[in-house]
DNA sequence: ATGTGACTATTAGTCCGTT
DNA sequence: TAACGGACTAATAGTCACA
């Protein structure tokens, strides 16, 4: 992944500052954008691959586009669903 | 990390079976235990790790055991913390 | 130094549309 | 076929006291 890292400004309500990626959208965009690729190569319709992982196809739609926060266990199945493991998801393209 | 695959047998909301790991619980003990792993490895309490990603202690722990479900957001700030690829979080010790 | 229950606030995730 | 919005419900994020 290779996540650019800087250390926050901002702290939290116990007043500590977090390490926190400044392209933590980056982040998400290329997961949805690894996730789009996979779907597409196994010719599925977001509605197709959405149906097989029991997720809704708006919020797939959302998840490709990286303005989703998915849980792991959503990450576990659409990776189960695109039939690669869950690893493949989290590489970057670059 | 070679999840087993079954076709479950349960339905979602809509009627639709979705394809699901019969071992979520062990992907997210798999996890929790690479995360413990690399926090002793990197000589670190769970408090200080907590304090470093700005999480709580009590959730990290949760966590680290396999009994919370964290949105991938956490986890990249887990691995950032840790000072590791998000994909050294999900890889298998087996 | 960690695990656990209980609890609230916030977000994930559903479901309906329209473009 | 997919992006996008609004309104809603289920689940997670986050807090705390105590073991």
């Known amino acids: 992944m290779a996540i650019t890292v800087t250390l926050c400004t901002e702290t ?3 007043g500590v500052c977090a390490v926190e990626p400044v392209n933590l959208d980056t982040f998400k965009v290329n ?11 196994s010719g599925m319709s977001q509605e197709a691959l959405a149906d097989h992982c029991g997720v809704f196809r708006t919020y797939l739609s ?18 189960l669903a695109l ?12």
Chains 1, 2 share one sequence.
């Open 12 to 14: 939290n309500s116990r």
């Open 31 to 41: 997961l949805g954008r690894q996730i789009r690729r996979l779907r597409k190569e």
């Open 62 to 79: 959302r998840i490709e586009r990286g303005s989703a926060n998915p849980s792991i266990s959503i990450i576990a199945l659409l990776a």
């Open 83 to 94: 039939g690669v493991d869950v690893i493949e998801l989290f590489r970057s393209d670059a």
